[in-house]
């Protein structure tokens, strides 16, 4: 299984963009990448996911290296409600169906007045 | 509104007294899974299931049964609870397809077995 790296921490002003790293230099070629993120022990919630290409939506942009051993969320204007537990995960892609995410302890993103 | 429900929302019990979490979904999905989350560890899966009838164990399953007999409802059941099952448990549902799909979660279940 790909395993990430993320830093365990970081800080964020209000109002700027907020960007968080990943390392994940076993993604097989066939392995995509998610970003979850969960506030307060609430339940995760999907970002965004992307196998080669830069994809943006309307809460994020993921930017994944052309190697893909590493990608970065942005969050381009954080808020005070960015503020979460962000979790890197690289899909589980065994030979059955199931579509289980393995967990890192994530990046816990401060956003500050 | 598409979501995941989960209940209860919290629970204290007692060790050896059966209890069952359910989690259901209005989204039509076929997929369901069980996690729980523990300070330092992350989410680890208990169990999934691919679609109705279909169920198989996930990483941590000791002490877990599921059942999945409607597509909706996928309750997670603790026949003898001990301790070391206080979590915080989250069920969770995708869409079924040959490519990558994303997996929405429930508000959570805070378990405490004394």
């Known amino acids: 299984d790909a395993k990430t790296t993320q830093p365990p921490s970081m800080d964020c002003a209000e109002g700027r963009a907020a960007n968080l790293p990943c390392n994940h230099s076993?993604?097989?070629?066939?392995?995509?990448v998610y970003w979850y993120r969960q506030i307060h022990s609430q339940g995760p919630q999907y970002i965004i996911h992307?196998?080669?290409?830069?994809e943006t939506n309307e809460m994020a942009s993921l930017i994944i290296t052309e190697d893909r051993k590493s990608s970065t969320l942005i969050l381009p204007h954080a808020t005070l409600r960015d503020t979460a537990v962000y979790y890197c995960?690289?899909?589980?892609?065994?030979?059955?169906?199931?579509?289980?995410?393995?967990w890192g302890l994530g990046t816990s993103l401060a956003v500050n007045p | 509104e598409a979501q995941v429900t989960q209940n209860p929302r919290y629970l204290i019990t007692v060790t050896g007294k059966k209890l069952t979490v359910t989690c259901s979904q209005n989204?039509?999905?076929?997929?369901m899974s069980w996690y729980r989350q523990d300070p330092g560890l992350g989410l680890r899966q208990i169990y999934y299931?691919?679609?109705?009838?279909?169920?198989d164990k996930g990483d941590v399953p000791e002490g877990y049964k599921v059942s999945r007999k409607e597509k909706r409802n996928f309750p997670l059941i603790l026949e003898s609870p001990s301790p070391n099952q206080t979590s915080l448990y989250f069920c969770?549902?995708?869409?079924?397809?040959?490519?990558?799909?994303?997996?929405?979660f429930g508000p959570g279940t805070r378990l405490t077995v004394l």
């Open positions: 969770a549902s995708s869409f079924s397809s040959r490519g990558q799909d994303t997996q929405y």
């Open positions: 989204m039509n999905h076929e997929y």
């Open positions: 299931s691919m679609n109705v009838e279909v169920t």
């Open positions: 076993t993604i097989s070629g066939n392995e995509y």
């Open positions: 992307g196998l080669k290409n830069n």
């Open positions: 995960i690289v899909s589980h892609n065994n030979a059955g169906n199931n579509r289980k995410l393995i």
